[in-house]
């Protein structure tokens, strides 16, 4: 049975608008909650899907930016939808935390894709490194001396597809690396390596 069989239309309508504004508020909940920086498992659900097509659906998307830690394409967002942003007062009150949190959330992705070895700190990366440390979003050691961070541990999340993808090239690659030094084992100590 479909769901217009078992309530007359105005009810599907209201269900269909109860269902956006319940996704409206968990995403809003979210963005502003002062420990949450993950967005995976909000974003799969299917509720989130009732903002498409919609007016909000730029919330949506602003979900995403966050869950990939896409500081330019959130950028983007906010520019784009400028009039419609600045309609919401829990986000304009809150325009510095959610800044925060996505500097945060694209230093968790950087982290994540080991793009650098050592990040060096610069201009409000060491606060984002000592904040992301303090609420255990990952582990590691600042060396103040060397200007660098190492580290250890990475708060675990859902991922999304471009990330599992680039998870899977960097065992490609680390799974390439062991193959060629079992190789080069194998010739310089042939006697050392049974077949």
């Not at 894709?113 to 201009?123: A, N, P, T, W």
């Not at 103040?144 to 541990?153: F, N």
Request: with cysteine; proline share 3%.
């Amino acid at each position: 049975m479909q769901m217009g069989e078992l309530l007359p239309k105005n009810k599907v309508q209201e269900s269909c608008f109860c269902t956006k504004d319940l996704a409206f508020d968990l995403s809003l909940s979210a963005f502003l909650g002062d420990y949450i920086y993950n967005f995976g498992e909000l974003i799969a659900h299917p509720i989130i899907k009732s903002l498409l097509g919609t007016k909000v659906e730029w919330l949506y998307y602003i979900l995403q930016s966050f869950n990939s830690g896409n500081l330019v394409r959130y950028e983007e967002l906010c520019r784009m939808h400028n009039a419609t942003l600045s309609a919401q007062p829990a986000l304009v009150e809150n325009e510095k935390k959610l800044l925060e949190k996505i500097n945060i959330l694209c230093l968790m992705e950087i982290i994540f894709r080991c793009v650098l070895e050592q990040i060096v700190s610069i201009e409000n990366v060491e606060y984002l490194l000592m904040k992301s440390l303090s609420v255990s979003l990952i582990e590691g050691i600042i060396d103040q001396v060397e200007g660098t961070i190492h580290v250890s541990w990475v708060q675990l999340r859902v991922l999304g597809i471009p990330q599992i993808k680039s998870l899977r090239d960097r065992f490609d690659n680390w799974m390439g690396k062991v193959h060629k030094a079992w190789l080069s084992i194998e010739v310089e100590t042939p006697d050392l390596v049974a077949s």
